[in-house]
């Protein structure tokens, strides 16, 4: 799998990670908890996921995705 991470998690983080997914990491929120025990920057709420490029709003099954992005709240005036 896929992570991209952007804004001050890609400073955090990296530009992107492949991963062999947990076998019981099934769905978005798992994704995030699993990453976040050694990246807890990805536990805040705010930080948003997409899957395959499509936002998300509500946990969602991984599936076949091949890419999962996290992306910051933006900041700015």
């Excluded at 076998?23 to 798992?30: H, K, M, T």
């Amino acid at each position: 799998m896929r992570l991209r991470f952007f804004g001050r998690l890609r400073e955090e983080i990296a530009d992107e990670l492949i991963v062999d997914l947990p076998g019981d990491v099934r769905d978005s929120e798992a994704v995030r908890a699993w990453l976040g025990r050694d990246h807890p920057a990805l536990l805040d709420p705010a930080v948003r996921i997409a899957l395959d490029d499509r936002m998300l709003v509500a946990p969602t099954m991984i599936g076949d995705a091949t890419e999962i992005s996290f992306l910051p709240p933006m900041s700015g005036g």
